[in-house]
């Protein structure tokens, strides 16, 4: 086991603090600028490297995307694992803004004062337990099997590594500046330096676990005198000479290893060496340094109520808060909470440094904090009622898509339209799904003011024109449904590659097809269809429409081609299988025809007309056996079906069941009025 206690020579050669921290400041800077270098690569070339976000390991574990950001978290991961936390002081962006709003403070003579609470120490690794842990619990639960590793393209919509679309997973400029502001400064003046790294990082709490087994660590040398600069050196407040003194090393998760208690240890005292990491490490209780805490038992449950409710009010508030946000944000509002609680019940009351209430009198700081407490508060208040509203609706369009009820999707579009209507602004994807809703329950006109609504703020402005142009087209709107169709078939994509423009162009000449169709024009519709491939020869969809629409017109060997390709292309489509199998049928190819409606009833077990149509083929085939068994299976799915009731009857009293063969018969008769004349002429 490596001695507590190193002895310090002068060939180590322990840095000025000068000089490692403008190492570090360096270090930090060149984040940015390569951050910035990154953004200026994406506006010139149009496709650059995605972005490293750690939150996009969610991808990796939910979907199996590997993401840069997973490989660059994995990367952070193995380094903290061995050396410790130096990746959050030296390489993390909203650490360097913390740090250098606490520089800017104390420029100002302003030091903000660390808040110590239990509760809020749980946020961190409450996210991060949310976010990468509950959702495996669920597949689990659920018996989801785990996603297989795989790369995904900008063909696919979305890629790993080498994108076009460089804000796919980050939100408007406008909200990572606030979220810079709020996280990377505000928070620091209200609950200490790098308040955001203790209290709401997920990703710093699970650097936090890492770094209990990290050998990598600060110990004590000979000489150490217990003066305490090193603890007043800490930015991440660590009782740093008391670990040293009762441990010989630090010992703390929250040690990110920027170095500045050696630097500034006047003794030359504190080295970085490898030791025995503290997970094994058995310290004795009367070593253990107890927790501190600033809150009582009744203001830490209020520190946890209001964080919770802010939490839910926030996050995702009008589609733009990003759960960091919201972290970070709820935790400044239920210390605030603590603060004018406090307001009302203590004689003198401090807000960091700055004295609110003296001997039972408000001062000015205490009048502006206690307004901005009662406004805050209305604004949380509204903020959750809008955000209860939205989630409701949310979970009542997903009723709907699932049930297809009326009553569902007016509950829903009621839900929808109070966001809208109480909503500051507006949420983005509202509009479009009021518009879904409408179009759904056959209200096209209601749908196309949506549309148009939903198209101002649209990012897929191609998707919106498209939703927009059926709307118009249901509303008896043909030439301004055309016309949506011909803006989003030309919208340039000049930084998107090829194929995905050729996908889009032909889905919007696709739509263009179905619509016409609808109104009758079935020259026009074969025309579009014929477009869309001639775009993308591999739009299953297309092939399908445009075999029906030909075999329609009479053009048979032509949909006989068409439905081949729509079946090679996508071989678990129920649709492609059964209508190719009744052409095949029409043209006298049985043997094969039957191949594919065994297919189609395999892929859709349930639907009672494919299994009449394999029933009624087997018996032309002189297959009695299958045919019946066939037959029976539509019965039963759907016992009000006069046709395979008609069909087995004729089955069964061909085949010398005549009794049996004739209740079926009389049943179809009496679901169908028109056997009934056939039922006379089998009495005989």
Known sequence: MLSEKVKSTPSEGVRPASRLGRWRAASLTAVYVLMGIHLAHWRLNGTT??????????????????????????????SVLCLGRFFCSWGCHILALEDLCAWILAKLGIAPRPVRSRVLALIAPGALVYMFVWPQVARVLEGRPAPRLRIATDAEGWA????????????????????????GFLIVYVLGSRSFCRFACPYGALFALADRIAPGRLVALEGCTGCGTCTASCQSDIRVHEELAAHGTVVSSSC????????????????????LPPLFRRIPAGQRLPPRND??????????????????SYRGLYGLVPFLLALGWGAILAYLAVVAARLLTREHVKLGRTRLKVAGKLRSPGRAVAAGAVVLAVFTA?????????????????????????????????????????????????????????????????????????????????????QLARALSGSGRAARAEHQLDLAAGIAGESEPAEHVALERALTSELRGALRAERGDVGGAIEAYEAALAEHAELASAHLALSELLAGAGRLAEALA??????????????????????????????????????????????????????????????TPGAEAALRRAVTLAPDFAHPHFNLGRLLIESGRVEEGRGFLRRAAHLDERYAALLAGTKD
């Open 49 to 78: 490297l995605a972005p490293l976000e750690l939150h996009e390991v969610m991808y990796t574990l939910e979907l199996g995307i590997v993401t840069a950001g997973f490989l660059f978290m994995a990367a952070a991961l193995v």
């Open 160 to 183: 790993s590594f080498v994108t076009t679309d460089f804000w796919r997973n980050l939100p408007p400029v406008g909200i990572a500046l606030l979220t810079f502001g709020v996280c």
């Open 256 to 275: 990110l290893r920027d170095l500045d208690c050696l630097t500034g240890c006047p003794s030359s005292a504190i080295a970085y060496r490898f030791t």
């Open 295 to 312: 809150f009582s038992l009744g203001e830490e449950g209020l520190l946890a109520g209001v964080f919770a409710v802010a939490l839910f």
């Open 382 to 466: 509204h903020a959750g009622l809008v955000r209860s509203q939205q989630l409701a609706g949310e979970r009542a369009t997903r009723a709907f898509d699932a049930s297809g009820s009326p009553a569902v999707a007016a509950r829903a579009v009621g839900h929808l339209e109070r966001v809208e209507r109480w909503g500051l602004v507006s949420t983005p994807g509202v509009a479009a799904r009021l518009g879904r809703l409408h179009l759904a329950t056959g209200e096209p006109s209601r749908a196309a003011v949506w549309f148009e609504r939903a198209l101002a703020d649209a990012r897929d402005q191609r998707s919106a024109r498209r």
């Open 562 to 623: 068409r439905l081949r390709s729509a079946v090679a292309l996508e071989p678990d489509s129920a649709p492609a299988h059964y209508n190719l199998a009744v052409l095949l049928a029409q043209r006298g190819e049985g043997a094969e025809a039957v191949g594919h409606y065994r297919v189609a009833a395999r892929l859709a077990p349930d639907d009672p007309q494919v299994h009449n149509n394999l029933g009624f083929l087997l018996a032309r085939l002189d297959d």
